[in-house]
């Protein structure tokens, strides 16, 4: 009897150790795919916020071509008498990294 008794335990202990087995694989397999569709999320995540800041980069550095246009084609009118005053109040404002504002009388060297 201690025969069949001992080979039930270790018929339950395999058992055992093979149900443990697999729900170990089967969370370890789970877990991989987590990772994995994560992993993906952010890499895509990644590449949405590269390009909208591409985007944005751009858009700002034809907001500010366009302003130095604009500036300098205030500064280009004749008509136009700022006075001192005027005139050192909108080269401030217009003190941008990148913008240049060209003094009346001289003339853009790219149109």
Same mark, same amino acid.
């Given at each position: 009897m201690s025969f069949f008794r001992s080979v039930s335990v270790r018929a339950h202990w395999a058992a055992y150790v093979i149900v =443990?087995? =697999?729900a170990v694989g089967?969370?370890?397999a789970g877990w991989s795919a987590r990772q994995e569709r994560m992993?993906?999320?952010m890499?895509?995540?990644a590449h949405d916020a590269a390009?909208?800041?591409g985007l944005s980069t751009r858009l700002a550095r034809d907001s500010i071509y366009m302003l130095q246009g604009v500036s300098n084609g205030l500064f280009q009118l004749e008509s136009l008498e700022l006075s001192?005053?005027?005139h050192a @109040? =909108? @080269?401030e404002r217009l003190d941008l990294p990148?913008?240049?504002v060209l003094p009346p009388g001289v003339k853009a060297a790219h149109r």
């Open positions: =443990l087995t =697999l089967a969370f370890a992993w993906q999320g890499q895509a995540a390009r909208e800041v001192e005053a005027h @109040a =909108l @080269a990148g913008v240049f």
